[in-house]
């Protein structure tokens, strides 16, 4: 059955508002909305805990950015790019990509029906789902409505968490990292509702993307906290011991407690499930973390024996095992599960919450999951006392290992180690950080004095053009079209902020 919201009416929201996502003016009634301990999955969930060796937690991440590139220079989604200039690069794949949005919404159903127990975790930008809108898909947004919405579905799939436009983590002005996760709450009500919204406790940052500077950090977890997540997604190459030794083999495979200290001595910490092994598609397109499941077994948290999980993470669409060889995989590993034990004993589909609300119902505690920290934190803090911490120790410390220590840096790490978000994107970075200064310049102190500034068309348009500077986009794709693309999204956003306050 669906979970209710048993709160005073709150108001309808529209999917766009003057031509633009609704990405902000609710934040109060959506805060209302995401705050709450009720159980999402194990409430309606067909597994017992006592059957279950070990599981699987797959998720789809689905993604594209919105480029000033149509009709005189219109936002548009690169999709829409894509179907209109087929000659280009590999946009001949702007359909088969469409269909790899849409198709779990069938996928699902049929599973189900043919008395599988299928999961999947769903990992959708805010800049994708306003895209299709603009394309006027109506088809594949029904198919994800009826996966979001429909109570029949609600216990297979679960939706995640992110940052609206796709922005890596570490390198956003942290004002807006919270601005961006609100938007993608506000916008993911829009279209779906708040029942679904109220569903959503699992967080997938961009690119696997963790900030290991303690502020940044410490401010992305108390986020995170304050919009209603539960848990965050992370890594295992980007999280470390307490002591900096690598996570233990074992330790990958059930919860950790990701802490967080800052520059004045302050933590904070949030649940994480470790996402294994590297960014190969070929992970969950030839559903992988099925067949590496099927050789774990139990462990132990405190005083309560729980299975194993192995979690990964995908892109949903790009490239040809994505697009060609995982459904047959999905199907398989779905219908193998159902023949051993019916798909409720032994090894099992699970996804992240529910996986969570299953162990911690048994009795499990997150106060005894194994403690991480970002990679590289424990040379910070082998410098500075945590109880005597002040922000000018901290950056004096971290200054003087950039200078005798080259593996050590402040850019956070991904799934893309292979890649710099910072390193030479100067002209993308330096106008972000202007652009995010002038927008919070103007609008910080009138948002204070009046929340109501932020239903506002000016606001919102000034907000849609800081959060879509940095999408990552702009920086993953080099230098050339796509650093043009971002010079031309921030002009715009200048002059949005520089004319008078209407």
């Known amino acids: 059955m669906s979970t209710q919201i048993s709160a005073s009416p709150l108001p309808t929201l529209i999917e766009i508002r003057s031509g633009l996502p609704n990405i902000c003016g609710w934040e109060t009634e959506i805060n209302t909305v995401v705050n709450h301990n009720q159980p999402i999955f194990s409430p309606q969930t067909n597994l017992q805990l006592a059957d279950i060796t070990a599981g699987f937690a797959c998720a ?37 990509f469409t269909w790899c949005y849409s198709r779990m919404g069938e996928f699902i159903p049929q599973l189900v029906a043919e008395e599988c127990h299928p999961r999947m975790m769903l990992d959708y930008s805010g800049n994708l789902l306003w895209g299709l809108r603009q394309l ?20 297979y799939v679960e939706w995640l968490g992110t940052m609206w436009s796709h922005a890596v983590i570490p390198s956003t002005p942290i004002p807006d990292i919270k601005l961006h996760i609100q938007a993608w709450q506000q ?59 690598g996570l233990q083999h074992d330790q990958k495979y059930i919860p950790n407690r990701l802490v967080a200290r800052n520059c004045h001595g302050e933590t904070i910490s949030i649940t994480a499930l470790i996402k294994t092994q590297g960014s190969d598609t070929k992970l969950v397109g030839q559903m992988q973390p099925y067949y590496e499941a099927k050789g774990r077994s139990h462990q132990q948290i405190g005083d309560v024996t729980v299975p194993s999980l192995v979690t990964q993470i995908a892109d949903g669409e790009n490239g040809g095992v994505m697009m060609n060889e995982f459904p047959q995989a999905f199907f398989k590993a779905c219908h193998e599960v159902r023949e051993q034990g019916g798909g409720r ?67 956070g790490a991904s799934w893309t180690n292979h890649l710099s978000w910072v390193n030479g994107y100067e002209n993308v970075l330096d106008p972000m950080r202007k652009l995010s200064a002038l927008f919070h310049e103007k609008y910080d102190r009138l948002v204070e004095q009046d929340s109501s500034v932020t239903q506002r068309s000016d606001y919102q348009e000034a907000l849609l053009y800081n959060l879509l500077l940095q999408t990552s986009c702009f920086r993953y794709w080099g230098q050339g079209t796509w650093t043009d693309y971002a010079r031309e999204l921030y002009r715009r956003g200048e002059a949005s902020l520089l004319a008078r306050t209407s």
């Open 136 to 155: 006027g898909r109506e088809d594949v947004l029904n198919n994800l409505k009826r996966l979001a919405c429909d109570p029949q579905y609600q216990p």
């Open 60 to 96: 789809l991440h689905m993604h594209q950015p919105t480029i000033p590139a149509g009709a005189n220079g219109a936002l548009i989604s690169n999709l829409q790019y894509m179907f209109e200039h087929p000659g280009e690069g590999d946009n001949h794949n702007a359909d088969p």
């Open 187 to 245: 916008h993911f009500a829009a279209i779906f509702g708040y029942d679904a919204l109220k569903r959503v406790k699992g967080f997938s940052p961009p690119e696997m993307h963790l900030p290991n500077h303690p502020d940044t950090l410490y401010e992305y977890i108390k986020a995170l906290k304050e919009c209603g997540y539960r848990w965050l997604m992370v890594q295992e190459h980007s999280v470390e011991n307490i002591d900096g030794s």
């Open 345 to 411: 004993v032994g090894t099992v589909a699970l996804n992240g919450t529910e996986y969570l609300e299953l162990i911690e119902a048994a009795g499990a505690s997150p106060e005894d999951y194994p403690i991480c920290q970002a990679v590289n934190q424990h040379k910070i803090w082998q410098r500075v006392d945590p109880d005597k911490a002040t922000p000018e120790a901290v950056e004096k410390a971290i200054a003087e290992l950039k200078a005798t220590d080259h593996q050590f840096h402040m850019d």
